[in-house]
Structure formats: structure tokens, C-alpha cells
């Protein structure tokens, strides 16, 4: 079996990539810990900041906690917190966030997820565990559902799809931050404590991979599994790989073969090695 392993003067390997002009996913890692954010995009344009400019700041105050322990929603919860009040944000306006965190030592792994990213823990006897939260996919299933139909009959990226996305993101306002919705990091520190958090040994385990929602390895010409996209990174580079999948969403411009809310979403991918 191939190894996982990177070089060990780079245990972590990371890269974003925007999918148009302005990206939105941010990464942080540091001694024994790593995170990838991925600001929501607004439709309608109804926020104070820029997604971006929160899931930055957000990253930051993250990585600057995570080396005081604690528990991972503890941290997070302090992190939203902290961003909320040093720039006076608003539950109805504040941009939103997904955080996909983990956190190893030499006994133990932990993942903490809160929106659709990814972490992915890689075993060296082969197997794959997918860590996400699904929670944002039952909301507005019918809306989300009517974007995705129309462009595999022939629709395109115009008018039409942009208000099936409204309609989308206003079913989703209504849910955000709610018991039957989905939780999500914005203005209100109590939602990092609904996140999913997992916790188990470290033996075994290779490598960890930690993506945003635009990093889909189906999409790759090649690696289109995990473990197969994180032999990828090490081979030829995180940024290649995250620009290979672009070129393959190029090549399906209208979202024919995989429709999507946009042709092409911002990648983030991030991977530590651990045998």
C-alpha cells in the first residue's frame, strides 16, 4: 500500500484556491492541529462583511486558542465570541462560517465539525472515515433539489439559477442557528456547541485530511477518493491537485454532469501526516 507519509520537513501540506475572484475558505494549523473555514456566500448580498473577511478573522482567533486545550467547541464557542464582540456583529447580518477542526496527539485524534466541510481520518490498514456535518443538506431539500435538476436538463448559471438560489438561502435563514435546522458559526458563540465532534486513538492512523465542500474527489480525473487525492497532494502538491479539479469543473461549465450551486466553489485542502 502506498504510504501517506509527506516528507518530514513538511507534515502539513495545505492550499486554497478561489473559485472566482474573491476567496472565501480560509486554513490554520500549528503544533498538533489544523482547521479550514469556509465562509457562506450570500446570494442576495445581505451581510455586514464579507465571508471572507469573518472566516479569516475566526481562523485566527482558532489558531491563537488551540494551543491552550480545552475542549473543541469550547474553543470555537470562545472564537465567535471573540470576533462578535471586538467588531459588534449581528445574528441577522453576520457573515457565517463552517469550521472542519482536528486535533492530534501522540494517544489521541479529535474532529470537530460545524457546516458541510470535511475531515477525513486515513488508517494505514486502508480505511477511510468521512467526518462531516450533514445537517445543512435537510434544509431546503426541495429548492436545493429544483437548481440541481434544471441544470442537468440544460439550464444554465443565469437569472433562473440565481433565484432558485435565493429561494434557497431564504429557507436557510429561516433554519440557521435553530434546533431542526443546521448550526453554523457566525454571531452566536452557543452554536459552536452543537457541533459534531468525534474522539479516538491515534495508532493507526496515517494522515488526516481536512477540505471545504468545494474540494469534491469525485470531480478529479484520478483521485477520486480521498486517500487517493491526499497520494495526489503529496506527489505533485496540494495547489496541483486543487487546480486539477478546476480544470475538471471547467470542462462542465453549465453543471451538467455535476450540478452545482456554482461552476466553480472556492477549494481548500489541508493535510497532516501522522505515522
Not at 437548481?147 to 443565469?158: I, K, N, Q, S, V
Not at 458563540?189 to 481536512?210: K, N, Q
Not at 487517493?228 to 505533485?236: H, N
Not at 486543487?242 to 461552476?263: F, M, N, Q, T
Request: charged share 25%.
Amino acid at each position: 500500500m502506498e504510504s501517506l507519509q509527506p516528507p518530514s520537513s513538511v507534515p502539513v501540506q495545505a492550499a486554497t484556491r478561489a473559485g472566482g475572484t474573491n476567496n472565501q475558505d480560509r486554513y490554520v494549523h500549528g503544533d498538533g492541529f489544523a482547521a479550514v473555514l469556509d465562509g457562506a456566500t450570500s446570494v442576495a448580498g445581505d451581510r455586514s462583511h464579507d465571508p471572507g473577511w469573518y472566516a479569516d478573522r475566526l481562523a485566527r482567533e482558532i489558531g491563537a486558542r488551540m494551543p491552550r486545550g480545552g475542549a473543541l467547541a469550547d474553543t470555537v464557542a470562545d472564537a465567535v465570541r471573540a470576533v462578535r464582540d471586538a467588531h459588534r456583529l449581528d445574528p441577522d447580518t453576520s457573515p457565517t462560517s463552517t469550521v472542519a477542526l482536528a486535533r492530534w496527539s501522540g494517544d489521541t485524534v479529535e474532529t470537530y465539525l460545524l457546516g458541510d466541510s470535511f475531515v477525513v481520518v486515513l488508517r494505514a490498514d486502508g480505511d477511510e472515515t468521512v467526518h462531516t456535518d450533514d445537517r445543512l443538506d435537510a434544509v431546503g431539500a426541495a429548492e436545493r433539489a429544483a437548481y440541481r435538476a434544471r441544470l442537468a436538463a440544460g439550464g444554465e448559471y443565469d437569472v433562473g439559477h440565481r433565484d432558485l438560489l435565493l429561494a434557497l438561502q431564504a429557507e436557510q435563514a429561516c433554519r440557521r442557528n435553530r434546533p431542526g435546522g443546521y448550526w453554523i458559526a457566525g454571531a452566536e458563540p452557543e452554536a459552536a456547541h452543537h457541533g459534531i465532534t468525534t474522539t479516538g486513538e491515534r495508532s493507526g492512523v496515517s494522515a488526516l485530511v481536512l477540505a471545504s465542500d468545494g474540494v469534491a474527489p469525485e470531480r478529479h480525473p484520478e483521485a477520486v477518493t480521498w486517500r487517493a487525492l491526499s497520494g495526489a497532494a503529496y506527489r505533485r502538491g496540494p495547489a496541483q491537485v486543487l487546480r486539477e479539479l478546476h480544470d475538471a469543473e471547467a470542462a462542465d461549465a453549465d453543471g451538467r454532469r455535476w450540478p452545482r450551486s456554482k461552476r466553480h466553489d472556492d477549494k481548500t485542502l489541508v493535510i497532516a501526516g501522522l505515522e
